[in-house]
């Protein structure tokens, strides 16, 4: 069967309970928007291909839960993530004070080579801002990552953040691209699985429709 991409990266999100990260993957890859707010449990993934210059990068996404009881599981996603999500709700200083937790953890678990992007989500409630634009700026420019305001619910910025990450990896990655492609025949397979339904996500929540 012909090969249906090129290189497969593996991204992460990672940010507090409540901040949007499962709202940021289902309007990324379904374009949906779920009012409600039910908990991740564990983690769960979903997979959209881009083509970044004329290169078909499949990106698998995971989303962790952001809840305290599950970081020791979530904390084995670090490790194979090649570009991690640091999000927080701009309606939440709490949220945007724990980035540096969570940057902490990044530090201590994920490879060195990871790619790292800030993103404030949650950018259409105007009205209940309790964090600054510019105290994002300043935060992702301290940390030297990028740094996206998004909405969900809009769509704001979406594409342009999950787009700006895997241009990102795969610039760091751009030698290795060789490496890359034959480690991924073996990853083919696996990912075709999961496309037909054989999904292995660890645990998932069936309710939110947000299964891959
Ligand atoms: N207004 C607005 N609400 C959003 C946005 N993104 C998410 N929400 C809402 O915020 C709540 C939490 O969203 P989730 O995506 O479930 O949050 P999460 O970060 O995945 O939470 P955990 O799974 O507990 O870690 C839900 O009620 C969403 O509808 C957004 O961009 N704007």
Redesign the pocket.
């Known amino acids: 069967m012909a090969k249906q991409y090129d290189v497969l990266f593996r991204l992460l999100l990672l ?1 507090d ?7 940021l993957l289902c309007r990324f890859t379904d374009n949906e928007f ?7 449990i564990g983690v769960d993934f979903k997979m959209k291909t881009l083509v970044i210059d004329g290169i078909k990068v499949r990106t698998q996404i995971w ?1 962790t ?3 305290e009881r599950y970081q020791t599981i979530t904390k084995q996603y670090y490790r194979r993530a090649q570009g991690i999500f640091l999000v927080y709700d701009i309606t939440s200083e709490r949220s945007f004070q724990h980035i540096m937790k969570w940057a902490s953890d990044v530090d201590e678990y994920a490879p060195e080579k990871v790619q790292k992007i800030l993103v404030g ?2 950018s ?2 105007v009205d209940k801002r309790q964090v600054a634009t510019e105290q994002g700026v300043k935060l992702a420019k301290a940390y030297g990552m990028d740094f996206f305001e998004t ?3 809009t769509n704001h910025n979406i594409t342009e953040t999950f787009t700006r990450l895997a241009e990102q990896v795969l610039a760091a990655n751009k030698k290795d691209l060789d490496l890359l492609r034959m480690s991924n025949d073996e990853l083919n397979l696996a990912a075709l699985e999961e496309e037909e339904g054989l999904c292995d996500s660890t645990a998932g929540d069936e309710r939110k429709g947000c299964w891959c």
């Open positions: 940010g309970s409540g901040v949007g990260k499962t709202c779920h009012p409600s707010h039910i908990s991740t989303d839960a952001g809840q989500n949650k259409d409630e909405s969900a619910f």
